[in-house]
């Protein structure tokens, strides 16, 4: 009732089908949204009955009314209201426990309708760690239904325990699993398929495509940035400064999730940076994996293109003692 605000409230039943026609005659809306649907999972599987009447046969009846009437524009909402009690806390979560855990999302929205319209939503409320798109693989061997469906996994690779509802406290849960992730056993050790598992191209200052499988049995540092992104041109100095000390131990990349190399090109004449950044992530993960959602990030790959390190956001390189760490990941 609160969000009323400009027109008559009209009270009645999706599924009374001359309930819903007769609103909508008087009305004659520019478009419907549909909001009348039932999400608690549960309360579905005692009653699936009930969910299906209200659900299915309910929308059906909208349609239905709709189309006799000639309205077309038409909205269903499959928001997840579960979803955005978690994301807040997430969020909070990552800042206030920042090393407790390395948070990665998925997300099953896969349209660029829909796509536009979460990236908007990670944006506003924050999110900086990574953002994927389902591909099938994780919801279907997970058997991942509903959501919020959560999988915490131990550092070892296993998943150890899975949560399918949403957190009321997720900072006491989620330090809670702690204990029982770090003591989860090991694994069998399963021997490394050879190749290269960082599938990525990109394109060099003159259009040319290089795919980084080039740099296979070699350790490779991947630096993503943008010149629009503040934090990354504030740290890029003194990442430059490092470059000669890395390229030492193995490859370097500094690539620019943008794909005018004017941009660059405008930012190198402005900084007095000489930078031989590369352009345009694509095909391989970035299928994937929108790079640009949150930059500056580092990846530290061994020789078959094995993530070793993720640095997310700024990372202090004038820093001995960290950088130190960067280089002995690079050595091993």
């Not at 919020?148 to 006491?172: C, D, F």
């Amino acid at each position: 009732r609160h969000a009323v605000k400009w027109g008559e409230l009209i009270e009645g039943d999706i599924r009374n089908e001359s309930e819903i026609r007769a609103a909508l005659e008087k009305t004659r809306p520019d478009a419907v949204m549909h909001f009348a649907a039932n999400i608690e999972v549960g309360e579905g599987e005692k009653a699936p009955g009930a969910f299906y009447e209200n659900n299915v046969a309910g929308t059906l009846n909208v349609v239905r009314a709709m189309l006799d009437l000639g309205l077309q524009n038409f909205i269903f909402s499959s928001t997840c209201k579960h979803c955005q009690t978690d994301v807040p806390q997430l969020v909070e979560f990552e800042k206030t426990h920042a090393d407790a855990y390395d948070i990665i999302g998925i997300t099953k929205i896969k349209n660029d309708r829909h796509r536009k319209v979460s990236t908007k939503y990670f944006k506003d409320q924050g999110i900086e760690f990574p953002i994927l798109e389902d591909a099938g693989r994780v919801s279907e061997l997970l058997k991942v239904t509903s959501t919020p469906t959560t999988l915490y996994v131990a550092p070892e690779g296993m998943v150890v325990k899975a949560t399918y509802y949403q957190h009321r406290e997720l900072e006491k849960d989620y330090l809670s699993y702690l204990p029982q992730l770090r003591g989860a056993p090991a694994p069998p050790p399963s021997p490394r398929k050879k190749g290269w598992h960082f599938p990525l191209k990109v394109k060099d200052a003159k259009g040319e495509v290089v795919d980084l499988a080039r740099s296979e049995g070699k350790p490779t540092l991947i630096h993503f940035w943008a010149t629009w992104c503040g934090p990354c041109v504030k740290e890029l100095p003194e990442f430059m400064e490092r470059v000669p000390e890395l390229e030492k131990e193995g490859d370097v990349y500094l690539i620019t999730v943008e794909d005018d190399p004017a941009a660059v090109a405008k930012y190198e004449k402005k900084s007095g940076l000489s930078l031989g950044s590369y352009l345009s992530p694509h095909e391989g993960l970035a299928e994937n994996l929108d790079f640009s959602r949150s930059v500056p990030r580092t990846y530290v790959l061994d020789g078959n293109g094995n993530v070793t390190r993720l640095l997310r956001g700024s990372y202090d390189w004038k820093d001995p003692h960290r950088f130190a760490n960067i280089l002995n990941r690079m050595s091993k």
